[in-house]
């Protein structure tokens, strides 16, 4: 009898070429399963009732770990290698790695960083530096973004992270600051909501044959004195190469309500 226990590995006392045809088969199923994956993500983060970032760099996070955990399970079963041990075997030359892809990694803590903490997100408009515009994705290296004339800009993740970022209005909305006359809002009935109510109504029968809305226009007060009131009326059209339209005829309609107010006055 023998002393000792002998250790039996299954896969790897087959023959190396069994061993290599067993490894393309994983190698098979992690490609499947990783697309799989990045397909069910993006069916999820694209849904109306997700709450989640929209960034291509979350579906990327997930192939990334997908094909690491893969690979360290074809490398233990197959070949007889730690994915430890090889990790502290290349601790040195990892580090000479790293240390020339600074640049790569200092966008892709940022990417991570600016996605999770919502800091920057897709059909969010911006402006970074010189650069303004829609964001389109957040990948693992840049951000996409589309300028005012339609010209895609490439932006590093690293700049936006470490630079002054200016939120800018949506390009569908339309923004109109509107001071009224305190006077002028006693003669509705219901006082100031009435009369907000009246230049809603006014300002959304003006745009609708411009633009269709996404929203019914709202107006929203900040301040009042002893003689005026001022706010904002804010609506969200559908066409937004109409803006500058939509914002005249916006303007019209109030000029017009504030005219007849003060005519019944």
């Known amino acids: ?19 290599v045809l067993i490894a393309a088969g994983l190698v098979l199923a992690t490609l499947i ?17 997700n709450q989640l970032p929209t960034s291509t760099i979350i579906v990327n996070i997930a192939r990334v770990a997908i094909w690491a955990t ?8 197959c070949f007889g290698i730690s ?12 580090l000479a790695v790293s240390l020339g892809f600074q640049n790569t990694l200092s966008n892709l803590i940022s990417g991570i960083t600016i996605t999770f903490t919502g800091l920057v997100k897709p059909g969010d408009d911006i402006e970074v530096g ?4 829609t964001v389109q994705d957040v990948t693992w290296r840049h951000t996409t973004i589309r300028n005012r004339e339609g010209r895609t800009v490439i932006v590093p993740n690293a700049m936006i ?29 219901a006082g100031i909501d009435e009369f907000a109510g009246n230049l809603a109504e006014a300002v959304s029968r003006a ?31 559908h066409a937004p190469e109409r803006r500058a339209a939509a914002t005249d005829a916006a303007v019209r309609a109030i000029a017009s309500t504030l005219h007849e107010v003060s005519a019944k006055a």
């Open 83 to 94: 994915a430890n041990a090889l990790v502290a075997a290349l601790g040195i030359g990892g």
């Open 33 to 49: 399963l990783s697309r799989l994956s990045a397909r069910a993500l993006r069916h999820l983060l694209w849904r109306k009732d």
């Open 207 to 237: 745009v609708e044959p411009i633009s269709s809305l996404e929203k019914e226009p709202r107006v929203i007060f900040s301040e009042i004195t002893r003689d005026w009131i001022t706010g904002s009326l804010i609506l969200f059209i």
């Open 130 to 133: 010189l650069v303004s515009g």
């Open 161 to 189: 992270a470490s630079s002054v970022l200016v939120r800018i209005p949506q390009a569908n909305m339309v923004k109109i600051p509107i001071s009224i006359p305190l006077d002028r809002t006693s003669h509705a009935e």
């Open 70 to 77: 893969s690979g360290s399970i074809i490398l233990d079963s």
């Open 1 to 19: 009898m023998q002393s000792g226990t002998a250790q039996f590995h299954p896969i790897q006392n087959m023959p190396w070429g069994h061993n």
